[in-house]
């Protein structure tokens, strides 16, 4: 029978059935997170918001959880919080890499990426942060300008 090994630093090297190989520590109890909003989504969605928000937590570079999380904020009219998290997001990731990215569910990423900065450009302009929104903008145009669904939610959320 194989040992069931979780390597949370990278040195099972010496084993040979290691199941499950974790270099961040801090990923593992973000997918644990994410495991119990994914649980609780239908069911209550305080709980999965809660869960989202701790996932974001440890694990805040995580495109696909934080869009996720942001796509919460927005059904609850959170719109300060998604300010606050683009203002992390444009300040801390850098978005072009994330595009030009080719490792695997990339194209997952990307279309997460440019959901999230859309809901981003909207938090902007209900909460009248101009300088924000300019930002998302920029970026919305520069990277998916021929896409007819983000031209016409630019045209919509427009100062």
Known sequence: MPKRVVDYFGISNRYL??????DNPFASISKYYSELAD????TN?????????QSVIYDKYNLNQITLLVSSYDDERRYQEIVKIGDF?????????VLSSTVQDADKTIRNTKSLVMFITKGCYLTDDRLGFKQAEKFLK??????????????YYQF
Do not use: M
Not at 17 to 22: A, G, L, S
Not at 46 to 51: L, T
Not at 142 to 155: A, H, M
């Open 17 to 22: 059935n290691v199941i499950w190989n974790e």
């Open 39 to 42: 649980k609780t989504q239908t």
């Open 45 to 53: 969605k305080s709980d999965y918001v809660e869960y989202l928000e």
């Open 142 to 155: 520069e990277n998916f300008g021929q896409d007819t669904r983000v031209v016409q939610w630019l045209n």
């Open 89 to 97: 997001i444009f300040k801390q990731i850098d978005l072009e890499a």
